[in-house]
């Protein structure tokens, strides 16, 4: 059973344009939840995280949002890059399971020129 | 600064053949994890350790084993391979379990016949 999911494997935007990516998870033992970004044949690079304790972190282009009640957070990229186009993984940890990382199956982003 | 590296890039396997997985890290960090990532699948731990010497069961732990002699080393060894246990295999490694953000090797690709 996925306790963090991400449920569009791909998604389509035009440059310029916002990217929002969208995960969810089910384990309310959750506190932390990062992005990672992956290129083709390389490892996944950490991209931005956020605290249970927030509901918002903002970095540069890319902000995420988080909401608690719904299990929810998104990922938004705004303008949207040629660049930004990878596969974009949500993970969470929780502190009781020794900081391990349960990953999404990721989101494939194409950002069209 | 290298960062995360892994050793080899690609492999082939016959069914029941064992191999050695090698993943070194300059960072001088204190945890190192193996992960599997398999098609619409997000990566899944293997094993972790926590310090030189110490090793700990994932979330996919059966058919591999570690070991992490010297701190900047972290070996992921199958001993009798199969063909489920075709894979992207990712190391990773974090200063500590408050610093959740784990940086990544650019993974070995291993195909078991």
């Known amino acids: 059973d996925q306790q963090v999911k991400q449920n569009s494997p791909s998604l389509s935007v035009q440059e310029g344009r916002i990217s929002i990516l969208n995960c969810d998870y089910t384990?309310?033992?959750?506190?932390?939840f990062l992005w990672y970004k992956k290129y083709p044949a390389e490892g996944p690079t950490f991209l931005i995280s956020?605290?249970?304790?927030?509901d918002k972190n903002e970095d540069g282009r890319f902000t995420v949002f988080l909401n608690k009640s719904a299990k929810h957070l998104s990922l938004h990229i705004v303008p949207s890059q040629p660049g930004d186009s990878a596969v974009y993984f949500c993970?969470?940890?929780?502190?009781?399971?020794?900081?391990?990382?349960?990953f999404g199956s990721g989101t494939q982003l194409t950002v069209l020129p | 600064n290298a960062g995360v590296t892994q050793t080899p890039k690609f492999r082939v396997l016959k069914t029941g053949q064992s191999m050695t997985l090698l993943c070194a890290q300059d960072?001088?960090?204190?945890?190192m994890y193996w992960y599997r990532q398999d098609p619409g699948m997000g990566l899944r731990l293997i094993h972790y350790?926590?310090?030189?010497?110490?090793?700990a069961k994932g979330e996919v732990p059966d058919g591999y084993n570690v070991s992490r002699l010297k701190k900047q080393n972290f070996l992921l060894g199958l001993e009798s391979a199969a063909p489920s246990q075709t894979s992207v295999y990712f190391c990773?490694?974090?200063?500590?379990?408050?610093?959740?953000?784990?940086?990544f090797g650019p993974g070995t690709r291993l195909l078991v016949l």
């Open positions: 990773a490694s974090s200063r500590s379990l408050v610093a959740e953000t784990q940086y």
């Open positions: 384990n309310s033992m959750f506190d932390y």
């Open positions: 956020i605290s249970s304790i927030k």
């Open positions: 993970a969470a940890s929780s502190s009781g399971s020794a900081r391990q990382l349960t």
């Open positions: 960072m001088n960090h204190e945890y």
């Open positions: 350790s926590v310090g030189e010497g110490t090793t």
